[in-house]
């Protein structure tokens, strides 16, 4: 998955701040296949139970019989066409999401070779922050970061200041 590019700082980010919020005696449903992070989560002895691959955006089933008490989902919202579907559908009462954002110098991102790896959504924050109101969740905890390439050009430079990485900390208010 990562042979030439493994995130080291986005992967090390996302841990502190999973570590920052989310107890090891927690249970956490990792929305996604299993993948170099949720091995990184179990090593570091959290409990971790993935989905199976199935499509989100049709089957939420995995979700919706989990008795997890942590959701994941880490750059996953952006591949799915409804994500609302998938936060409502959420049993647990905590939530961990990182999402790209969307960078007013490129299109989203498409593979022409992997159907599912491309980006229907790449989010403004605002447009996150919203997505999780709207399906009764409460925002405890945000932080954003970049991430820089050591290429040249104009859009390697600008990604040494512009966020590209958001994530959020979110507890359930109500069962809309």
């Known amino acids: 998955m990562y042979e030439q590019t493994f995130p080291h700082k986005r992967f090390k980010l996302t841990y502190q701040f999973l570590e920052k ?15 170099p992070f949720s091995k990184i989560m179990k090593n ?8 199976n691959g199935e499509d989100l955006d049709v089957d939420t089933s995995t979700i919706k019989n989990s ?6 989902a ?6 799915l066409l409804s994500p609302f579907t ?3 559908s959420i049993q647990a009462n905590k939530l961990v999401i990182s999402v790209p954002l969307k960078l007013w110098f490129a299109s989203a991102y498409r593979s022409k070779s992997d159907k599912w790896d491309r980006h229907y959504h790449e989010f403004e924050d605002w447009q996150l922050e919203w997505l999780l109101e709207k399906t009764g969740w409460k925002i405890i905890d ?5 991430n820089p390439v050591k290429k ?20 359930r208010i109500s069962n809309k």
Do not use: M
């Not at 008795?67 to 994941?72: C, F, G, H, L, S």
């Open 86 to 88: 998938v936060l409502q």
């Open 21 to 35: 919020h989310i107890s090891k005696s927690e249970s956490i449903l990792d929305l996604g296949v299993d993948n």
């Open 142 to 146: 945000k932080q954003q970061w970049t």
């Open 74 to 79: 880490f750059e996953i919202f952006e591949h």
């Open 44 to 51: 570091q002895g959290y409990t971790v139970e993935n989905t």
């Open 152 to 171: 040249l050009g104009v859009r390697p430079l600008l990604r040494w200041f512009t966020p590209r990485y958001f994530i959020v900390y979110a507890e």
């Open 67 to 72: 008795d997890a008490t942590v959701v994941t």
